[in-house]
């Protein structure tokens, strides 16, 4: 394990710190889920952008679609 420094302004770090607290969890544990939850979304996203653009190249490329 590796250690990153994240500096928050001081209001920032007082939501934080708040939220984590009201659901039980440690101030750390939370912001590791919110960036594992924020790197999921965004690696879900690409992938469905990368899907879309090669089926949309195949539509380009053979002109065959799906009627609606």
Not at 36 to 45: G, L, M, P, Q, V
Not at 50 to 55: F, M, S, W
Request: aromatic content about 8%; glycine content about 6%; cysteine-free.
């Amino acid at each position: 394990m590796s250690t990153t420094t994240i500096r928050l302004p001081a209001h920032f770090k007082a939501r934080v710190a708040a939220v984590a607290k009201r659901l039980g969890k440690t101030t750390h544990s939370f912001i590791l889920e919110a960036i594992a939850e924020k790197t999921d979304d965004e690696e879900r996203r690409s992938d469905f952008h990368g899907v879309a653009e090669r089926r949309y190249a195949g539509v380009v490329t053979t002109g065959e679609t799906i009627p609606w």
